[in-house]
């Protein structure tokens, strides 16, 4: 596996604002996610966070509120545009690691207020 | 749209009994079906998957067993313990892409000591 850390763990927003989350790995990864989890509800993907060029967004989230970057192969950032109370959740990133396996990280917990 | 479902949303055993979370997917194409268990406050960890080329994967005091045909796989642990008291989600590769998983509804377990 891989040790995955993100930055901040949780945070306390003000409606209108964006928050970026930091998401690094210890090692070279092929492929970062990015989920969404509302509270007591599952696991929903946002995004796959490509090195080098455009994240590819699932149905449902689009570029402009959720931008993502990912400069090299251990490091991504997602980014919580022009945020509302609705987007109050857990925020975590995925790593691939062999094939299929995914490894999460310890997750965003963002309040909206 | 693909979506998994996942039964039961919540599950109370005694300790040492035995527990099974089910769940049904709708994408024929899907051929990796991974468990994860998430505690209270923590990530999702993984803990076993399967295969669409394997009907039957254990490592200890789990197993899971996969049916292609009926688009079944369960998730089975035995002699249960307090510490296995978590949410279990599982999920179902989008397509013919192990990378891009869909979560089930998950199923709260509660080991009773």
């Known amino acids: 596996s891989a040790v995955i850390s993100q930055k901040p763990s949780r945070d306390i927003c003000q409606r209108g604002t964006s928050l970026t989350i930091q998401c690094q790995v210890d090692s070279q990864v092929t492929m970062m996610f990015w989920y969404r989890q509302q509270p007591g509800q599952s696991l929903t993907l946002i995004a796959t966070?490509?090195?080098?060029?455009?994240?590819?967004?699932e149905s449902g989230f689009v570029i402009d509120k959720f931008p993502i970057s990912r400069p090299n192969l251990t490091f991504s950032t997602l980014t919580v545009s022009n945020m509302s109370p609705e987007d109050s959740s857990i925020y975590l990133c995925?790593?691939?690691?062999?094939?299929?396996?995914?490894?999460f990280g310890p997750g965003t917990r963002l309040t909206v207020t | 749209g693909e979506n998994v479902e996942q039964h039961p949303s919540t599950l109370s055993v005694q300790e040492g009994d035995s527990a099974v979370i089910k769940c049904t997917y709708s994408d024929s194409a899907s051929n990796y079906f991974p468990w994860y268990k998430q505690e209270l406050g923590k990530r999702p960890q993984l803990i076993i998957d399967i295969r669409s080329n394997v009907g039957e994967k254990k490592d200890q005091r789990i197993a899971v067993t996969l049916n292609k045909t009926a688009k079944h796989f369960s998730l089975h642990i035995t002699e249960t313990q307090p510490e296995d008291s978590a949410v279990y989600f599982c999920a179902a590769s989008m397509g013919g892409a192990t990378n891009k998983l869909i979560f089930g509804t998950g199923t709260l377990l509660a080991v009773q000591p």
């Open positions: 966070a490509n090195q080098g060029s455009e994240a590819t967004y």
């Open positions: 995925s790593v691939l690691i062999a094939s299929d396996e995914q490894y």
